[in-house]
């Protein structure tokens, strides 16, 4: 059947045949909004750089994580069969002051806690996964660890080397650098150019390097804790660049056509995982390029001294549930400055109720007549959702075309609800289509005190009702109806359930 735009019959998430919708991202490396289509038809590759497992993720990492949720999503959704590997990266990642300290951030946090780092990546591994569970995001494909992945990236240094774009340095030649004069495009990412690059160098520039914007591929030290023996000598490990390009080659192939990350690793780390991926394969390593805006907290960085590096247990020790958070960090672009603070938690909350208890009045409507305008207004909101998902996934835009629509049929078809069937199944369809993308309407389960408070609460309406207190008994109905509760009256007593 063809799926009709706007009007009562509305298409179903999965109906869409690909090639008929264009979907636009802007792309980091072309600096332009571009007509996306993968290299083969129907079918998309992508990889995204995931935690540094040493420490627990926090909120601004969700911004980037659930980025990679939305767009898998949004593609699955246009009907485009999507591989999607997020890595975990438990070696090797310095920041520049790291590798002048030598130290990689695994080993700085076992200096700092004492702990053995690959304790560390399991704690913090596990602690990932399941908050990316709690949070919706949909598993992907394969969640790579560096650590399983030694031997491809020592195969690829091999061939770099091989190719005269790397070199050894330092005694025996243990550390391995790639050569950034030997790629010619290296920085057409970013923008820095390599002279520009040597000209802003620091003065204590590495000796073993033969220009400062090389990068180490493979070091060696035996104070390393998390070390493996290679040809290149007894004790080494690898640079942080080389683990994404060869995990993305392992299960993608040598062409991705999405890669993603936050702003922050356009340089180096992504402007040196083209450079050796494309050096050792001499193909493009990634045809669109997308970046995800830092997110702020209370408008500025988030640091441990400020105590705002919150973690999805601040936000639920604050009352917030999992999916709170996780529309706070999608319905804003993510090419758009966001500031989390605890006010904007509670007002994802509130337009969170505010669309379920909408849901909830549409599916509980009085059947009639169709309502007048309302049919327009699903047409409108339904174009708006979709042009806004289609343009670089412009959530704000989707978001707001649904949040339009709420308005609209309120101020149309009245209180209580007065709709047509077809109008009342159009607006569903519609919200479930935005729940396939948002993933937000369905509450968590109750905890066993919420379950002990819904009873006595029903409990409650119940006695309320018995002594005819009726304005107590709506009151009671609403309080659960804000918690998700449907309480249902029958000849053989009352039940509750979640909506
Ligand atoms: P890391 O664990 O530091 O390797 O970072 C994991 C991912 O989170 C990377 O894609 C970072 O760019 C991203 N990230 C880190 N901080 C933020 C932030 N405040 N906002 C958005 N993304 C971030
Ligand atoms: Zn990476």
Known sequence: MEPARGGCRVALAGEYPAPSVTLTFYNTLTRRPEPFTPAEPGKVRMYHCG????????????????????LRRVLERRGFEVQQV????????????DEDRGEDRMEMESRLTGKD??????EITELFESDMARLRAKKPMVRPRATDH????????????????AYR?????????FSVNAFDRYGELSGN?????????????NPEKKHPADFALWKSDPKHIMKWKSQFGEHGFPGWHIECSAMARKYLGDTLDIHTGGEDLVFPHHECEVAQSEAATGRTFVRTWMHVQFLKVDGGKMSKSLGNVYSIDDVVARGFEPRHLRFLLLRAHYRAPLNFTWDAMTDAKGAIDRLASFLWDVKSCVIKGAAPGVDEAIAKARAGFDAGLDDDLNTAAATAAIFELVTDVRAKAG???????????????????????????????LSDV??????????????????ADYARADEIRKILTEKRVIVEDSKDGVRWRRM
């Open 51 to 70: 935690p540094t497992v040493y420490r627990r993720p926090h909120v601004g990492n969700f911004r980037a994580f659930l980025f990679a949720d939305l």
């Open 86 to 97: 997020m890595n975990v990266t438990d070696v090797g990642h310095f920041t520049q002051e």
């Open 117 to 122: 780092p690959w304790q560390i990546s399991r």
């Open 150 to 165: 030694i031997p491809e990236m020592l195969q690829m240094v091999d061939t770099l080397l091989a190719k005269g774009v």
């Open 169 to 177: 340095a330092g005694a025996g030649g243990q550390n391995i650098y």
């Open 193 to 205: 150019r390599v002279e520009a690059l040597e000209a802003g160098a620091r003065i204590e520039v």
């Open 415 to 445: 209180a209580p609800m007065k709709l047509s069937r077809a109008q009342a199944e159009a607006i569903s369809q519609l919200l479930d289509e935005f729940d396939a993308v948002f993933d937000i309407l369905t509450p968590e389960p």
């Open 450 to 467: 919420e379950r002990t408070e819904v009873e006595s609460l029903v409990a409650e309406r119940q006695s309320a009702r018995a002594r």
